[in-house]
């Protein structure tokens, strides 16, 4: 009895072991995975500790080139599907203020919107100055040096 027990604590230690050099070797990208590919002998078995981590990497690709029709009907479909915007009635001239009632607050949850579909950030002194969707074309075009 007190011989299996031993034998199940070793067990223990050595999965112990390989699951600390695993974590150890993912913080510290210096140190090699050899010692996580040395063979470890418990009870008369021969176990092998993987010899690879492996690491997602994301890769980001440009898109398609933007033009300004492409880039209105984003900034139009990002402005469609905020809740307190009438999608039917939006032109690129409606003043999203005067016309809807946006306060401050909403007008930075489009900025936001409009930050996240386009993947830049606008300055706060610049945001101040987008009132209308053709303004935020406008800007986006600019940003992105289209002129058509």
Known sequence: MFHGMSRCFLNLRNSCRSIIAAKN???????STAKLARPSITSSQM????????????RFGHGPPLSKPMIEDRVMLV???YDKVDPEKITLQTDLAKEYGLDSLDMVEVVMAIEQEFMFD????????LRTPFDFVQYICDKYDIYE
């Not at 070797?25 to 140190?31: A, K, L, M, S």
């Not at 176990?47 to 994301?58: G, S, W």
Request: hydrophobic share 45%; glycine share 0%.
């Open 79 to 81: 402005l469609r599907l």
């Open 122 to 129: 606008i300055p706060d002194a610049e945001a101040l100055r």
């Open 25 to 31: 070797c993912i913080q510290y990208r210096h140190v």
């Open 47 to 58: 176990v092998i500790y993987p010899a690879r981590l492996t690491f997602q990497i994301r």
